[in-house]
């Protein structure tokens, strides 16, 4: 129903057009061969007035029709058709009254022809029928995974290799705002506002495009949607690319979960944590300040064990600061406020006074330093010195028992770079990539050892930040070795 009068004449006369249409019918190739015999007839008696007019053409009209309809309703139709040939040929040896020879030849030539037509009829219908059935079965196992797209509760595009949607489903309306639809090219433009850390999104760097142009999967980029009706969404995307049997990329799929509710609750956490920290830090600064009178006051009375304690009351304090001081980073790293200070100053100096201060408050390590840079380094000093001052902190809370912690330092191809090695409980290598990330922390060391698992966060932020890289090596049980490396002059990098 519907379809216009040209695509129904195709649908019936096409055979092509039937493939995968397991409806055959014998009732359609009866009545056509019995109405071309028909004609066949008419022209010779009415037209040519000649009985005998219909010769050997006969024969390849015949073999047309079986073919046809073998091919069109496979077994049944070719039967048919064979069987109505084979009935006019007799019609043909009876109503012409063959005798002698004649009719014995005329007999054997339709035996041999109704053999040949039953047989191509048996092999081109068995053909057209398996064909049939492989094409069924195969749109039954596109319908299925079609009704399953349709029902997953995330968003799924499918797009061939020009970036062309296939398949879309509900969830990718609801989550897009906005319906994509089938055969729209990505890539060109956006069909809505999207926006990427901030900046605005460039559609020939979609994820479904990135997979198919690069063959590598993409996990878990972040995206704001901005809808409408004003209530924005943000979806973390994936896309994978679609390989053939040969290895090559003809498809790639990717997936849209809308994380905006962890996103938002993510933003309350970090509100709070930036507030509460700054909150922490006023009445610190004044506790400080009082501490220090109080230290003045114990020096002028020579109280010694006053002094002792006053003397740990500043450690704890400093280490309560310092807490407090990488809180307040990772909210100013949360909303881009981190601020940096670049300058020039002496690598090697940097080093030395943050291994000084720190081997100020160890017995128990000895903090060796290998090697020197000799540069005068274009970056942020202070940050740069934070970073050493964690490795060193961590080296020493994560080797309990050791004694020593190695600083080296190099420089070479416009960069300097410093390992702190430490030979303590060493990471695990599947754990590696995380330690660098927001608030991990290896499950091991948490039962043993305090810690808020910010630090190497900071770090990692801080060496980015200005153009350079930060890794580590690590044998579980042997040590760990973390190293950063810096572009001898900072390139300002924002995250
Ligand atoms: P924190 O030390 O406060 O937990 P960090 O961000 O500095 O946070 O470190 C994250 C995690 O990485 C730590 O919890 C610890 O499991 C692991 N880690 C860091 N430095 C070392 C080290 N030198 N040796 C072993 N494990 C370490």
């Known amino acids: 129903m519907g379809r216009s009068l040209l695509l129904e004449l195709d649908y019936h006369l096409n055979p092509l057009s039937r493939l995968g249409v397991r409806r055959y019918s014998a009732v359609i190739p009866f009545f056509s061969t019995i109405f071309v015999y028909t004609i066949s007839e008419i022209l010779a008696n009415q037209v040519f007035h000649n009985p005998e007019s219909v010769g050997l053409y006969v024969i390849f009209i015949s073999i047309a029709l079986v073919m046809y309809f073998s091919f069109r309703d496979a077994i049944r139709g070719g039967?048919?058709?064979?069987?109505?040939?084979?009935g006019y040929f007799l019609y043909i040896i009876w109503s012409r009254n063959y005798e002698g020879r004649r009719l014995v030849t005329s007999l054997e030539t339709t035996l041999?022809?109704?053999?040949?037509?039953?047989?191509?009829?048996?092999v081109i219908g068995w053909l057209k029928e398996k064909i049939d059935s492989s094409i069924e079965r195969e749109a039954d196992e596109k319908r299925r995974l079609q009704t399953i797209i349709q029902q997953l509760p995330v968003g799924v595009l499918i797009a061939d290799k020009y970036g062309r949607i296939l398949e879309s489903n509900q969830q990718v309306e609801v989550l897009l705002g906005k319906k994509i639809p089938i055969g729209y090219v990505i890539g060109k433009e956006s069909i809505v506002k999207v926006t990427q850390g901030g900046k605005e999104f460039v559609p020939s760097k979609s994820p479904l495009l990135r997979a198919i142009n690069s063959g590598k999967t993409i996990v878990?980029?972040?995206?704001l949607i901005e809808h409408d009706d004003g209530k924005n969404k943000y979806l973390q995307i994936s896309a994978s690319p679609i390989h053939n049997k040969k290895g090559q990329i003809i498809a790639a799929a990717s997936i849209m979960t809308d994380i905006t509710q962890q996103k938002e609750m993510q933003d309350l956490k970090d509100e709070f944590l930036g507030i509460a920290s700054h909150e922490l830090k006023t009445p610190l600064t004044s506790i400080k300040g009082y501490a220090q009178i109080l230290e003045r006051i114990i020096e002028e009375m020579g109280n010694k064990k006053a002094k002792q304690y006053i003397n740990?009351?500043?450690?704890y304090i400093d280490r309560l600061s310092s807490l407090?001081?990488?809180?307040?980073?990772v909210s100013k790293l949360q909303a881009g406020k981190l601020e940096f200070n670049y300058e020039e100053y002496d690598f090697d100096a940097m080093i030395e006074e943050a291994i000084s201060s720190f081997q100020a408050f160890t017995d128990q390590y000895e903090i060796v330093k290998k090697g020197s840079s000799n540069k005068k380094v274009i970056g942020d000093s202070s940050r740069t010195e934070q970073v050493v001052?964690?490795?060193?902190?961590?080296a020493l809370k994560y080797s309990p028992g050791a004694k020593k912690v190695i600083v080296s330092v190099k420089n070479g191809n416009n960069q300097v770079t410093v390992g702190v090695q430490d030979f303590g409980i060493g990471i695990a290598r599947n754990k590696q990539k995380e330690i660098f990330k927001r608030f991990y922390r290896v499950e091991e060391s948490v039962e043993k050892i305090s810690g808020l698992g910010i630090g190497l966060y900071i770090s990692a932020e801080?060496?980015?930040r200005q153009g350079g890289k930060i890794w580590v090596e690590s044998r579980e049980g042997e040590g760990s070795t973390f190293y950063f490396s810096l572009p001898i002059k900072a390139s300002k990098k924002r995250t």
């Not at 022809?113 to 048996?122: D, I, K, P, T, Y």
């Not at 740990?312 to 450690?315: A, D, S």
């Not at 407090?324 to 980073?329: C, R, T």
């Open 312 to 315: 740990k009351t500043h450690r």
């Open 324 to 329: 407090i001081g990488d809180l307040l980073d």
């Open 79 to 86: 039967f048919v058709a064979s069987f109505t040939s084979i």
């Open 220 to 223: 878990g980029e972040e995206f």
């Open 462 to 464: 801080i060496i980015h």
């Open 389 to 394: 001052t964690n490795l060193l902190s961590n």
């Open 112 to 122: 041999i022809l109704g053999a040949v037509f039953f047989l191509m009829a048996f």
